[in-house]
């Protein structure tokens, strides 16, 4: 078969689960989106690029884990790790379908990771932008 071939049956079967996982984010976003305006009455909507330099910063509240990528990687396609040696799923949304789609949990993980390596709570603004740049991928 040829190549194009190949690469469009590919992407054919992805676009589903892509879709599939739009949707599935939208609750999760949308409470994102809401909270944003409460917090910040000039909130105009989500960045993926925001999202993107928010990942890979270095936040230096700790020095365990000063950024997102000290367990993620700078690769959101790709495994992660935690300190412990656990692996870690990918956080791009083309690789792990499923993420950000519970609210409870997607909260959960936020607030362990952003006191982690913020030292303090992600605003709400922070999370809808990280979610945006995950789903981007």
Not at 86 to 107: F, G
Request: charged residues 20%; glycine residues 6%.
């Amino acid at each position: 078969m040829n190549i194009r071939f190949m690469a469009g049956l590919a992407l054919a079967a992805l676009i589903p689960v892509l879709a599939y996982a739009a949707a599935a984010q939208k609750p999760v976003l949308d409470a994102y989106a809401v909270a944003a305006k409460a917090e910040n009455t000039g909130f105009s909507g989500f960045s993926a690029e925001r999202g993107k330099v928010f990942f890979l910063a270095k936040h230096d509240a700790s020095s365990e884990t000063p950024s997102c990528t000290t367990c993620h990687t700078t690769d959101p396609t790709k495994a992660g790790q935690t300190r412990a040696g656990k692996d870690i799923a990918p956080m791009a949304v083309s690789k792990t379908p499923d993420r950000y789609t519970d609210a409870e949990k997607t909260e959960k993980w936020f607030l362990r990771n952003c006191q982690s390596v913020l030292g303090r709570a992600c605003t709400a603004q922070e999370k809808g932008d990280f979610i945006t740049f995950m789903a981007s991928l």
